[in-house]
């Protein structure tokens, strides 16, 4: 793993943003693989600046998200559709059919897992997946657990995870309970992963991802066994490594 630690978020989301496009100029039928939260925010706007200033075309890329909350409709504004419509989608020039989102919506999740990882296997795996870390050390969804669920599926929000995601409702009780994600091996089949995290509260998983048993208890622990992880942190989640 090769762990950069930046003086702040802005630092860290410049690093993040540089990689991403190196990747895109390298390859520029890149598939991605994104992620939604706070952290990769600035990411996102300054790679929607560079695309303004004519440095990055995403015109060939595809990406895949990792995860989207079950029964949220992609209207409402705390769905991860929402979310990456108005954080990046909407400012860049990715063709839409070249954007893949899983159906929360759907009445039949299974079909839809099955599906969306047929659909990466399709598309050629995921050149760089970007990931942000819960507290606990969830990657996408993957709570900590005795046993993990290696393909995309549904999943029951840890409640940890539902008190952290309620600070974007209007109370806890209306935190979606189950969400649907990529499984682990979905994630660790990418081949480039770039993790991010920031603040104080992310420190703990940043060290148990870096250096602490690998374990399903710490989901996040798992990508020690990845030859192409790259960790991208500000100085207060580097406090504990
Ligand atoms: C989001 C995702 C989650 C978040 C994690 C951190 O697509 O997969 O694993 O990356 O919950 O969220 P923030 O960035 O809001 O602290």
Do not use: W
Not at 1 to 16: G, L
Not at 23 to 44: C, F, N
Not at 212 to 232: A, F, R
């Amino acid at each position: 793993m090769r762990v950069i630690i930046e003086k702040d978020y802005e630092a860290m989301s410049k690093k993040a943003a540089l990689l991403v496009a190196s990747q895109v100029r390298l390859k520029e039928d890149s598939v991605l693989g994104l992620a939604t939260g706070s952290t990769p925010i600035r990411m996102y706007n300054e790679l929607i600046e560079m695309y303004e200033k004519d440095e990055i075309d995403f015109s060939e890329v595809k990406t895949f998200n990792l995860d989207e909350y079950c029964n949220l409709p992609s209207e409402n504004p705390q769905s991860y559709h929402y979310y990456m419509n108005e954080n990046f989608f909407n400012h860049v020039n990715i063709p839409e059919e070249n954007i893949n989102l899983l159906d929360g919506m759907t009445d039949n999740l299974k079909k839809e897992s099955i599906e969306y990882d047929m659909k990466i296997k399709r598309a050629g795996g995921i050149d760089l997946q970007v990931l942000g870390i819960g507290p606990n050390g969830h990657i996408g969804f993957n709570e900590p657990a005795e046993k993990l669920n290696v393909k995309t599926h549904q999943v029951d929000l840890a409640q940890e995870t539902i008190e952290a995601n309620s600070r974007f409702f209007e109370s806890k009780e209306d935190v979606p309970k189950k969400a649907i994600t990529m499984g682990i091996a979905t994630i660790l089949k990418s081949n480039r992963i770039l993790l991010l995290a920031n603040g104080k509260n992310k420190a703990k998983a940043i060290k148990e991802t870096v250096s602490g048993n690998v374990t399903t208890k710490v989901p996040s622990s798992l990508l020690q066994t990845h030859p192409e992880v790259t960790i991208i942190v500000d100085e207060e989640a580097a406090e504990l490594i």
